[in-house]
């Protein structure tokens, strides 16, 4: 099994362009989610994932949207990147939302110039 | 006031040495906890789960104290290998996961 699976590992963006993080999991897993870490703040939670088809917000949700249409993708889009969204991206899955084996994506940096 | 905290160190101690990190929480209906570790731009890795009576695993003990919000992560005769940042996490009732900031410990020879 490869996990999670995160793509690009890197990307650097103007502000105002838009991207898709890639997040993959092939291990069946209903919840899936998305954070930010940015030094001193730790983990902060964007957008997760209880099962497909369905979404909510996190702690800091603006400037990103998510999708759920299959069990095993869940893309994060930056709309109109700023430079407020320069930070280190992980995707993460667990069997369910109370299951609290988080398995983690290996991150993607993230710079918007 | 943040849903997880955590003293962000770094906590420099010797080969060998028993260091501890504390973490509090602020949902007190949350029930799941545990401590995750993290090496230099890798992702977080679970380290333990922690349950109300405490647990063990090798060099490593949890706590968790309910009344006060804590919980807690001994590392007896740390090793070079232990330098990484712990990461503390909650299931905030089921919501969704928080971790607090994460500690720096650094282990020296």
């Known amino acids: 099994n490869a996990g999670v699976t995160q793509t690009p590992k890197f990307q650097v963006l103007k502000t105002g362009q838009s991207m898709t993080l890639q997040c993959a999991q092939d291990?069946?897993?209903?919840?899936m989610s998305w954070y930010r870490q940015d030094p001193g703040m730790g983990l902060r939670l964007i957008h997760y994932?209880?099962?497909?088809?369905?979404?909510d917000q996190g702690e800091v949700p603006n400037g990103y949207n998510v999708s759920r249409s299959t069990t095993e993708d869940f893309p994060l889009r930056l709309l109109s990147a700023a430079p407020s969204q320069t930070s280190v991206y992980f995707c993460?899955?667990?069997?369910?939302?109370?299951?609290?084996?988080?398995?983690f994506g290996s991150g993607t940096q993230l710079s918007v110039l | 006031r943040k849903e997880v905290e955590q003293d962000p160190g770094p906590f420099n101690v010797p080969e060998g040495a028993t260091v501890a990190f504390n973490c509090t929480y602020s949902?007190?209906?949350?029930?799941?906890f545990f401590w995750y570790r993290q090496d230099c731009r890798k992702e977080p890795k679970l380290l333990m789960s922690?349950?109300?009576s405490g647990n063990e695993d090798g060099r490593f003990t949890a706590q968790l104290n309910r009344a006060s919000q804590y919980i807690s992560l001994l590392i007896r005769d740390s090793k070079l290998s232990d330098s990484a940042t712990y990461l503390c996490?909650?299931?905030?009732?089921?919501?969704?996961?928080?971790f607090g900031p994460g500690t720096r410990l650094s282990v020296l020879p």
């Open positions: 993460a899955s667990s069997e369910t939302e109370a299951n609290e084996k988080l398995f």
């Open positions: 291990m069946n897993h209903e919840y």
């Open positions: 994932s209880v099962g497909a088809g369905i979404t």
């Open positions: 949902n007190s209906a949350s029930q799941s």
């Open positions: 922690v349950y109300s």
């Open positions: 996490g909650t299931d905030n009732y089921g919501q969704n996961f928080v």
